[in-house]
């Protein structure tokens, strides 16, 4: 048993992200000759959510409905603060003028990267919430200031999407260094690291057992290359996205702020998360169709 779960299970599992990682790098690694691969990585984004969905059902099946609800919760709040993450990939590649074809291979072991970081992380805010309950308090106020940062970015010198001017000023340093790819794994590394204290602590708030938040936590990274590829053309569209995830880190940090008083379901969560983001992206949408309709209508003479 490790914490509390088979050691069968967990061997399964990093087995199946092993064997997805590999099928990632044959089937999305833009070598000559791929067809269309925007299709594929639509294609491959959408067998990793169906992936998600039935490792949930087989969560429900083993351990019950509690655990994998809250499964679910995780990977919700892991893959939407995701989509921030992608923003700064942008910055990371452009500062260092790195190719789409060569952007597949430093993804890949950013990936690898981050599964063994995020492990780190979560064994050790896991074992800080058993030990002392007073970090509840400190995990609420650290996913308070990240809300308060995304909400007023360009005031306090970060971006809008709320990445660090700290990428920024390492992809201008490192520039020189565009030849090789090493510079930019530890540019991607490092920004997985600090939006990790954003996202980890966001986790640990609907659920505590080690099992649900690790695999939420590693389903949602595996999904990330994929993710950026998908929407690397629409992620300016996402006009509201800043505030929608701040309104999330902000929900999230109350409940994980008011435990000790209020137990919130996470039914309820699920219903409150799905809701901040369909407005989030409702509110986007309607934007972009407002620009577009007044850059169709053409200037009087």
Not at 97 to 118: C, I
Not at 209 to 218: E, H, K, L, Q
Not at 255 to 265: D, Y
Request: glycine share 8%; charged share 10%; hydrophobic share 60%.
């Amino acid at each position: 048993m490790i914490a509390g779960v088979s050691w069968v299970w967990w061997l399964g599992f990093h087995a199946v992200v092993a064997l997805l990682l590999v099928a990632d790098a044959l089937l999305l690694g833009r070598r000559k000759g791929t067809p269309r691969p925007t299709v594929l990585a639509w294609l491959w984004t959408l067998l990793l959510l169906l992936a998600a969905a039935g490792f949930a059902a087989w969560v429900a099946i083993v351990q019950g409905r509690q655990p994998a609800l809250e499964f679910v919760a995780g990977y919700a709040i892991e893959t939407s603060l995701s989509v921030d993450n992608l923003f700064v990939f942008m910055v990371i590649f452009q500062g260092f003028g790195v190719s789409v074809r060569r952007q597949h291979t430093a993804l890949l072991w950013g990936m690898g990267g981050a599964v063994v970081l995020r492990a780190l992380f979560i064994a050790a805010g896991i074992t800080l919430l058993q030990r002392f309950s007073w970090i509840n308090w400190i995990f609420g106020l650290i996913l308070l200031y990240a809300a308060w940062r995304l909400l007023w970015g360009d005031e306090d010198g970060t971006a809008a999407s709320g990445a660090p001017v700290a990428i920024q000023n390492l992809t201008r340093k490192l520039h020189l260094a565009q030849g090789s790819l090493l510079p930019v794994i530890l540019a991607v590394e490092l920004t997985d690291v600090l939006f990790a204290t954003d996202s980890i602590p966001a986790v640990l708030a609907v659920s505590h057992n080690p099992f649900v938040v690790y695999t939420s936590n590693i389903a949602a990274v595996l999904g990330l290359r994929s993710l950026y590829f998908v929407l690397a053309g629409l992620l300016n569209r996402f006009r509201y996205l800043h505030y929608g995830l701040a309104a999330l880190l902000a929900f999230v940090a109350f409940k994980m702020l008011a435990a000790r008083w209020i137990e919130v379901p996470i039914t309820l969560s699920l219903a409150v998360m799905g809701a901040i983001l369909a407005l989030c992206a409702l509110a986007s949408w309607w934007a972009e169709k407002k620009i577009a309709a007044r850059q169709s209508v053409r200037p009087e003479d």
